[in-house]
């Protein structure tokens, strides 16, 4: 499946956006779909993930309350609205999608992997 991902851009402490991320190739309704994100000069890290098979979602603990995965799965199509952003929200943010729908933390669950979208978050 390839992944694209976008929404990205330039916001203010305390704004909201949204991301999106659109899959083509195979439908991913048995797939579990995760976002994650690399700051500079730190590792990739988790962000949120949503399993389709019984739509839990499960978030990092720095964006709990503020961050919200949900997807549209006729459209092939997974969110983030990010709400209340912050500084340290700054990062590129990646799409990915775990064929074996696992919708775990580790980056290394994940088979295929978007392209990267930019947020960044002045003060």
């Known amino acids: 499946v390839q992944l694209q991902a976008f929404g990205g851009g330039l916001v203010q402490a305390g704004d909201s956006l949204r991301l999106s991320c659109t899959a083509s190739?195979?439908?991913?309704?048995?797939?579990?779909m995760g976002w994650f994100r690399q700051a500079p000069v730190k590792e990739r890290e988790f962000v949120a993930a949503?399993?389709?098979?019984?739509?839990?979602?499960y978030y990092a603990n720095s964006v709990k309350g503020r961050f919200t995965i949900s997807g549209d799965n006729a459209k092939n199509t997974v969110f983030l609205q990010m709400n209340s952003l912050k500084p340290e929200d700054t990062a590129v943010y990646y799409c990915?999608?775990?064929?074996?729908?696992?919708?775990?933390?580790?980056?290394?669950?994940?088979?295929?992997w978007g392209q990267g979208t930019l947020v960044t978050v002045s003060s």
């Open positions: 990915a999608a775990d064929r074996k729908a696992r919708a775990t933390m580790s980056q290394f669950e994940y088979d295929s």
């Open positions: 949503i399993s389709w098979r019984g739509g839990n979602t």
């Open positions: 190739g195979r439908t991913f309704s048995s797939y579990a």
